[in-house]
């Protein structure tokens, strides 16, 4: 499934919304003239947003950013674009709108001063019409950017303009920005579409025309209402009737579109559209967590925004990658954290069927890190929180609200009246989801902002030894386990036995003195954090109570920055179920055969030891009884599943050859997994994920690298340096292997195999042809692949 969203965000004339990312100038440094109309930019470099500056870099553990941040390089920034405006648009309101800058952006029009944005992930909006040119004379927008006040973040921000810059053009009448509220109300035979809109009034006569379309595009109904209000900002109220409506759900996410215009007699002069989606959802304190009155299990993950090799510059299709193979694992549902996420990205979970936290915060007025949003929270944290909800609340997938993430106003007094003030915040714009806050303090005696009584529902980080307790310890409650697991893994590293767990560091003090050379955590799930648990030890306990609405496990992918449990050079999180470059780990099979109803069967580690080395053999399955382990045809013994075990194992002296796994059902087989005894590296073999693109400038193409013997096997400890040339009508937008201290840069075309992975991302340009992307290593036969655009 490949959707075209960015598209789509463009309204139907005769509001015009057009993407504003082409012909920008960018430089790296501050020149406080560069905010004046005629400075000279002709040697500054010419690009496209959105923009990540910070990816382009080197890693450097003396790069201000810190560890946390990935190391890599932040800084102060300046974009400038110059633009035309038509002599007939001077009736007209024309705004610039920003979905993300990161951070501390400020923006001139024309030499004027339109304002600062502190928070880099909030969107906003300005009002350009009154400092505008029209006709021939060029009109110049500069933004600043200043991400260098360091360090600013527990992980990796990137810096820039990273996500997409709209101009919109309206009447003088007009719907605002965020200017509509849709809501939903469903029973037994049909459902009421409640929309409520804002329209900023300046003429006499106007009525709003609201319409329902059905997921099938099919008109359900219309209404016409007078605005008949003196005011300059008029609010409409109006309900629509869907009868038999298609509901939205995580398998099956029907979206309605709203459409409304605004008319003057009986022409259009504004038109804005959104989409609904139709459902009920509850949290209940015994039952948990249900979608259309249905028992659901919320299996959730926490993602933070970067994209891996393209940082956070936002790419829809790279995003829907992430998702699709979330889906393909049983996930059903996203937390954002700890900060809003793109609005491409909502919409991508409203399409897909995902359930999101959308999360506002990782800090209020105590701050996390020296220089980071405690200093701008006083003065922006109700401009912030509020933009968010008006952004956001129209998405179905939205379905709670999160004020923050391990707020350490949690641990006093402060926190019950901040509580207090954002859920007001959050209840005032929106009274139809509930408000939660991912708490670290699991002591109902020592957490304040549990005892200010204003959360809807509980979410607790970690803790899993109290889960069991919850109703005797938060009589009448509701609960959601809002982070859960922290193991680590490094895709393709195994060391045993695994007879035991793991935990590194033993305390936030201590420093790792485990662990070897590679800078690598075994991919068998027996290691994690000393305030979390494995991923089996956690599912275990979610799945057993039924009052335990759900978890979101941390973290659905590797991310930049934040690599506990080593030093530097580790400078990505190990705590992924998926690596950087989108490569599952083994754990990812675990959650597939207890998450989906498909069949599963999968067989770990590679089969590449030396002679006579005992090996403990996993393996993962569902819809099966058993699972029989022969190695070069012998039978290794049967084994089941006991109690609540959720995969079985083997201890098998090592002996080249091939190792098979066969699971049964009464007795007939379900599925079949060999991994056989690799040879030396003899070629490349290249796999894009799709041969087919869009000539847009952003669709993408993921290539994967593997190194096999002349057999055709994956050699698991291949790391042969390959190169890439690309031809024709694309360029590398990324290469990546998935390793967590790789020093080699994401943009050049050239990147060591990982385990005998690695990945490249080739991105179209905006003309129609082919794109030829070569592999080549020493030693290698070399492979191409074609992937054609249109």
Not at 429 to 443: G, K
């Amino acid at each position: 499934m490949v959707l075209n969203l960015v598209i789509a965000k463009a309204q139907i004339n005769p509001r015009k919304v057009e993407l504003f990312n082409s012909d920008w100038k960018f430089y790296i440094g501050d020149d406080a003239k560069a905010k004046d109309e005629n400075y000279n930019d002709s040697q500054w470099r010419q690009l496209s947003l959105p923009h990540d500056w910070s990816i382009e870099g080197a890693f450097s553990e003396t790069n201000p950013t810190g560890q946390a941040g990935g190391g890599l390089p932040a800084g102060i920034g300046w974009y400038r674009k110059i633009f035309m405006v038509s002599a007939t648009s001077q009736s007209k309101n024309i705004f610039i709108d920003f979905d993300g800058v990161y951070c501390n952006s400020e923006v001139w029009i024309n030499g004027h001063y339109l304002g600062k944005r502190p928070n880099g992930y909030i969107s906003f909006q300005y009002d350009l019409t009154p400092f505008l040119h029209y006709g021939a004379e060029k009109n110049v927008i500069a933004v600043k950017v200043d991400n260098s006040a360091q360090p600013n973040s527990r992980w990796y921000t990137g810096s820039g303009i990273y996500r997409n810059v709209w101009l919109s053009t309206t009447a003088k009448s007009y719907i605002p920005q965020w200017g509509t509220f849709v809501t939903t109300q469903v029973n037994i035979k049909n459902a009421i579409v409640r929309m409520q809109t804002l329209v900023v009034v300046h003429q006499e006569g106007l009525r709003v025309k609201a319409s329902v379309y059905a997921p099938n595009g099919e008109l359900v109904n219309s209404i016409i209402t007078p605005i008949e209000s003196a005011d300059t900002l008029a609010t409409i109220q109006q309900n629509i009737i869907v009868g038999q409506p298609k509901l939205w759900s995580v398998d099956k996410p029907n979206l309605y579109k709203v459409v409304l215009q605004v008319l003057l007699g009986t022409q259009v002069i504004d038109k804005y559209q959104s989409f609904t989606g139709i459902r009920t959802f509850n949290f209940d304190k015994d039952k948990g967590f249900s979608l259309n009155e249905e028992p659901m299990k919320i299996k959730g993950v926490c993602m933070h925004h970067d994209l891996g090799a393209l940082g956070v510059a936002i790419n829809v299709r790279a995003m829907e990658r992430q998702l699709q193979i979330l889906k393909a694992m049983g996930c059903n549902a996203i937390r954002t954290a700890h900060n809003p996420p793109a609005p491409e990205f909502l919409d991508l979970c409203d399409r897909m069927g995902f359930i999101v936290m959308d999360e506002a915060f990782d800090m209020w007025r105590k701050k996390k890190n020296k220089q980071d949003y405690y200093q701008y929270f006083p003065e922006w944290h109700k401009r912030d929180l509020e933009d968010q909800i008006k952004r956001d609340r129209n998405h179905p997938s939205v379905m709670m609200w999160s004020i923050g993430n391990e707020i350490r106003e949690q641990f006093d007094s402060t926190g019950i009246i901040l509580t207090r003030e954002l859920v007001g915040i959050v209840k005032s714009l929106d009274n139809t989801r509930p408000v939660t806050s991912a708490l670290s303090e699991a002591d109902p005696k020592k957490n304040f902002i549990y005892q200010s009584g204003a959360l809807d529902v509980l979410g607790f980080n970690y803790h899993p030894e109290t889960y069991a307790d919850f109703p005797k310890n938060y009589p009448g409650q509701k609960f959601l386990a809002s982070e859960t697991v922290s193991g680590y893994a490094t895709r393709g590293y195994y060391d045993t036995p695994t007879d035991s767990t793991r935990h590194w560091p033993t305390s936030s003090k201590a420093k790792l003195t485990q662990g070897n050379p590679e800078f690598a955590v075994t991919a068998y799930d027996n290691v994690a954090a000393y305030w979390g648990a494995t991923h089996e030890e956690y599912w275990k306990i979610i799945k057993k109570y039924d009052f335990l609405s759900g978890e979101f496990v941390w973290s659905g992918f590797d991310f930049i920055g934040e690599p506990v449990p080593y030093p530097w050079p580790a400078r990505s999180s190990y705590y992924g179920i998926i690596d950087l470059a989108g490569f599952p780990k083994d754990v990812y099979y675990m959650y597939q055969s207890e998450w989906t109803t498909k069949p599963v069967l999968h067989l770990l580690p590679h089969w590449n030891w030396e002679p006579g080395k005992t090996v403990d053999v996993w393996a993962y399955y569902n819809n099966a009884d058993e699972v029989e382990l022969y190695l070069n045809g012998r039978s290794l013994g049967i084994r089941k599943k006991q109690g609540d075990d959720l995969h079985v194992s083997w201890k098998v002296p090592y002996e080249a050859g091939t190792l098979r796994a066969t699971s049964r059902l009464n007795g007939k087989i379900v599925l079949t997994e060999e991994v056989k005894t690799a040879g030396a590296p003899a070629r490349i073999e290249l796999v894009a994920d799709r041969k087919l693109i869009k000539s847009d400038g952003n669709d993408l193409s993921f290539v994967t690298v593997r190194i096999l013997d002349a057999a055709g096997n994956l050699v698991p400890n291949a790391d042969n340096l390959i190169n890439f040339i690309i031809k024709g009508k694309g360029m590398l937008a990324g290469i990546d292997n998935g390793s967590q201290n790789s020093m080699e840069s994401f943009k050049e075309p050239h990147r060591k195999a990982f385990h005998g992975l690695c990945l490249a991302i080739v991105q179209a340009m905006q003309s129609p042809g082919a794109i030829t992307l070569t592999a080549q290593g020493d030693g290698l036969k070399p492979a191409t692949v074609i992937i054609r655009v249109r």
